[in-house]
Structure formats: structure tokens, C-alpha cells
């Protein structure tokens, strides 16, 4: 690579890359730099291109001839996501390396044929998880791999906000829900404590009482099991009061993390251990959670490391998400096969900290939730 800068083109400018991906660039320039933007709205490209002096700006008509121009070593996919496998394949078979938002596709099937065109390729896929960056969240999964808890028994988890109106993760046709929104992060924090990927599932869902879930559920309740006899539930819902955190209990201890799935804010981390002094709690200041999945994808691609946030887990995640809807639709608990952890060691050092940016004006988006 003539440079030691990753170039990114940044596809889909929705919410997540206005408020989040763009700004991050800045934090993240000594290995990574904006070169293109590709939208299909020109009024988003226009106001966007000049605000973030991108080089390049081009329709999704374009987003083929983009790839093959040279000017952009990876992209960054924040497309709806049914959009996610298309626009991943395509970039990786053009040699283009992939970021790509959460979640990594819709369906395990969409998944695995992006990892084999990334394999064949010989070009880098790394699913966006934010959170295997973010401090609040590595410091309690280094708690509970450290034993501080004892062995573990159970997990649980709340994830839930009033989604707006019309928002497209309402629409069934773009792969809305509570699941893949929200549910994939509760689903995630639960591989990540046990290390293990669960073996029966049970679930259940309702509808709300308005249009927000004309297509889709709007809260759906799931409980897994684990091997080696070990529990996990999380609820997710577009209906209900703001909710975001994850409770971990041992033999020895528990540990609850509030705010734990929230792009912006401090994050509380309160740990309660058997004995003497066992309480502990610790605010987790607000950092920005994107630019280091940005360092950390340009350190990959441009030293040849694996990404910490593989392909493999963003797999695993889509692998319950599917398993639940069997289990939504038959009413009945449904077994999967057994399969060795996905997922890579979680620990302090992944995530760099840096200050989180200001709040951003939005242009032709708004936030999912009111």
C-alpha cells in the first residue's frame, strides 16, 4: 500500500455514520482518513462532502466504479441491513477491505458468503462491534474472566427505548426489530461473559398497540442455555421507557453495567462481592467508541493482524438471531448445535481512549428513538 493512512469510503449516510462514524475520523488520523462519501440522497453528499472536505462523493449508482477507481483501500458499511451482504461482497471481491456495521448480515447463510468472498479475496472483514472498544464494558468482562465473580451462573440483560415513528428499523423488508437493533447486543454480552456460544433457546414476542409495529415485534423476551449448565435472558423492545444494561452473577458475586450498550454517555459499573469491602462502583466516562474501531481495522490492514472483532462473532450473533425466530415461530424451544466459541479475548487494551466529540447537526436524519 503506497500509504501508511487507510483511505475509507463511508457508505450510507443515515444516523450511525452522521453522528458517530464521520466524526470519528478525526480522532483517528494518524492510520485513517475519509475519502469518499457515497449516499443516495445529493443533498446529504453535498452538505456532508463540504463539511468533511471528502475528496470524493458518489450515488450508489456509482459504488461500483468507486471501488475500482483506487481510491479507496476499505469502506465502511452504515447501510440498512438488508443492504449490509450486497454492498460488503461486492467491495470485497474488488479487493476493498470491510468494515461493517452491526448487524454483520441478516441471515448466517448472507454471513458466511461474505466471509468465504473475504477469504477468497484475500481482503479483511471486521463486523463494527463498538463495544469490544469501549472501557466500561472490557473492564467488567475482565472482572468476570479474572474469577472475581466465581463461576459463573447467570446473565440478564435489558435493552429498550421508544423507537420514532417510520423509522426504517420498523420496516420488516430492511431487517428492522428489537433483535438486530438492540438484541444483538444483549446477545453478544452474554457469548462474551461465558465465552461459549448457548445450545437451546427459548423465546417469545408481542406487538405493540400502534403503527411502529405494523411490521415488526415490538419487545421480544429470550432465555438461553449455555454449556456447563450456565443461564442467560435479555428482553429488547422498541416500545418501552430507555433501559440499557447487563447483570452478571457468580458463586462469588455479581456485577451490573447501566448505560452498557449506549453510544454516548458515562457508563456505571457497580461490582458486589461476597465479604468485607465487596461493593464497588465506578462511573466509566463518555469516549468516543468509534475512531478505535477505525485504528484498529487500519492496524489490521495495514500490518496484516486479524481484527478482534471477526467476521466469526458477528456470525455467531446472526446464528442466535436466527435460531430465536425458529423459536418465535413455532412456540417451541429450539437446540443448536454445539460450537466452539467464536468470539476473540476481550481485554483493557484493545480500546484506546479518546475524548468523545461534540454533539453533531444531523442533515436529512434523526436519532431512532425520541
Do not use: W
Request: overall charge positive.
Amino acid at each position: 500500500m503506497a500509504t501508511r493512512k487507510v483511505r475509507y469510503g463511508v457508505v450510507g449516510l443515515g444516523f450511525i455514520s452522521q453522528a458517530a462514524m464521520l466524526p470519528a475520523f478525526a480522532n483517528a488520523k494518524q492510520n485513517s482518513e475519509l475519502a469518499a462519501l457515497v449516499s443516495g440522497e445529493p443533498r446529504k453528499l453535498r452538505a456532508l462532502g463540504r463539511r468533511y472536505h471528502a475528496p470524493i462523493v458518489a450515488g450508489y449508482d456509482d459504488f461500483d466504479m468507486l471501488l475500482a477507481s483506487g481510491a479507496v483501500d476499505a469502506v465502511y458499511i452504515g447501510l440498512p441491513n438488508a443492504m449490509h451482504c450486497d454492498f460488503a461482497v461486492r467491495a470485497l471481491a474488488a479487493g476493498i477491505h470491510v468494515l461493517c456495521d452491526k448487524p454483520l448480515a441478516t441471515t448466517e447463510q448472507e454471513c458466511l458468503r461474505m466471509i468465504d468472498r473475504a477469504e477468497s479475496a484475500g481482503t479483511k472483514l471486521m463486523t463494527a462491534y463498538r463495544l469490544h472498544f469501549e472501557p466500561g464494558n472490557l473492564e467488567a468482562y475482565d472482572l468476570i474472566h479474572r474469577g472475581r465473580l466465581g463461576d459463573m451462573r447467570f446473565f440478564t440483560s435489558q435493552f429498550a427505548q421508544q423507537v420514532r415513528a417510520g423509522n426504517i428499523r420498523t420496516k420488516a423488508g430492511l431487517a428492522g426489530g428489537p433483535l438486530y437493533d438492540l438484541g444483538i447486543y444483549c446477545i453478544n454480552a452474554s457469548r462474551h461473559v461465558f465465552r461459549a456460544e448457548p445450545v437451546h433457546i427459548y423465546a417469545t414476542a408481542t406487538r405493540g398497540r400502534d403503527a411502529r409495529s405494523a411490521e415488526v415485534d415490538e419487545t421480544v423476551q429470550v432465555s438461553m442455555r449455555f454449556p456447563g449448565d450456565r443461564l442467560a435472558s435479555f428482553t429488547c423492545s422498541f416500545g418501552a421507557a430507555d433501559v440499557s444494561s447487563y447483570q452478571a452473577f457468580g458463586a462469588k458475586g455479581r456485577l451490573r453495567l447501566d448505560q452498557a450498550y449506549d453510544m454516548q454517555g458515562e457508563k456505571r459499573l457497580s461490582l458486589d462481592l461476597a465479604g468485607k469491602n465487596g461493593r464497588r462502583h465506578k462511573a466509566i466516562p463518555a469516549l468516543d467508541q468509534f475512531a478505535p474501531l477505525l485504528l484498529h481495522f487500519s492496524d489490521c490492514i495495514l500490518n496484516g493482524a486479524e481484527p478482534v472483532s471477526s467476521a466469526a462473532d458477528g456470525r455467531a450473533d446472526i446464528r442466535v438471531v436466527e435460531a430465536i425466530g425458529r423459536a418465535l415461530g413455532n412456540g417451541e424451544s429450539v437446540e443448536l448445535e454445539p460450537m466452539e466459541f467464536q468470539g476473540s479475548l476481550l481485554k483493557s487494551s484493545n480500546g484506546a481512549r479518546l475524548r468523545a466529540h461534540g454533539k453533531v447537526s444531523l442533515v436529512g436524519a434523526r436519532p431512532p428513538s425520541a
